[in-house]
Nanobody
C-alpha cells in the first residue's frame, strides 16, 4: 500500500520559517516524482514544488521561488519543503503527492498528474 504522511505544519508569524516533511513508501522514492501542493479555503489546489527521483529535477511555483526549497533524503524516504520568509498568503493545507510524471522546468505542478496523496498538514501564517 502506498502511503504518504505529511508533518511539520503549524502556526508561525509572518517572516518566519517552517519545514514540512513527507514520509513515503520506499519504492516511491525510487520511481516517482514527489510534489507539494497547497489549498486555502475557497481556492483551488495549487502546485508549490516538485522533485524527481534521479537526477534531481525541481520545479517551483513563481509565488514561492526564492523562499521555499524542496529536497529529498532517500535514506529516510522523506521529502522536505523548507519554507522561509512566510507570508499570510502562504496559509493553507499543504499536501504531498507522488506520481510517475515529469518534474522540472515548470513541469510537475499540476495536481491532476499525481496518483497518490497524503492527508495534508495545516500551515497558518499570522500577520
Amino acid at each position: 500500500e502506498v502511503q504518504l504522511v505529511e508533518s511539520g505544519g503549524g502556526l508561525v508569524q509572518a517572516g518566519g520559517s517552517l519545514r514540512l516533511l513527507c514520509a513515503a513508501s520506499g519504492y516511491i522514492f525510487d520511481d516517482f516524482v514527489v510534489g507539494w501542493f497547497r489549498q486555502a479555503p475557497g481556492k483551488e489546489r495549487e502546485g508549490v514544488s516538485c522533485i524527481s527521483s534521479t537526477p534531481d529535477n525541481l520545479s517551483y511555483a513563481d509565488s514561492v521561488k526564492g523562499r521555499f526549497t524542496i529536497s529529498r533524503d532517500k535514506s529516510k524516504n522523506t521529502v522536505y519543503l523548507q519554507m522561509n520568509s512566510l507570508k499570510p498568503e502562504d496559509s493553507a493545507v499543504y499536501y504531498c503527492a507522488a506520481g510517475p510524471i515529469r518534474c522540472g522546468l515548470g513541469y510537475g505542478l499540476g495536481s491532476y498528474e499525481y496518483d497518490y496523496w497524503g492527508q495534508g498538514t495545516q500551515v497558518t501564517v499570522s500577520s
